[in-house]
């Protein structure tokens, strides 16, 4: 399995838009092959900050993911609202306690 991070900072006028985008779209991202997990993060104290979790199978299904018509369309409506460039890693788990 594996977990991608991505760190997302939107000009402050541009994140309901943003929200609106991912609303939209969240459980077509969640449903693509090999994605198992999503959730959507605010940043408590900078509100124009966001981060995704999700899991993937592979970064073979990561890759088809970033390579889709889906991704695609939702880059080219979330791209504009940036206010730096985003972050992204891909972690491996190590440890998880409920």
């Known amino acids: 399995m594996l977990v991608r991070i991505v760190k997302m900072s939107f ?3 541009k994140v309901d838009e943003f929200l609106s ?3 939209a779209n969240k459980t077509k991202i969640r449903t693509f092959e090999g994605c198992n ?7 408590q104290n900078n509100s124009n900050i966001f981060f995704t979790y999700s ?7 990561l890759n088809n993911y970033r390579h889709s ?10 791209k504009p609202l940036f206010n730096a460039k985003p972050e ?3 972690v491996d788990k190590l440890a998880s306690l409920e």
């Open 11 to 13: 000009q402050p006028e």
């Open 21 to 23: 985008n991912f609303e």
């Open 37 to 43: 997990f999503l959730e959507l993060y605010r940043d």
């Open 55 to 61: 899991y993937w199978d592979s970064e073979d299904n």
């Open 69 to 78: 018509d889906l991704f695609k369309g939702v880059w080219a409506k979330t």
């Open 88 to 90: 992204a890693w891909s």
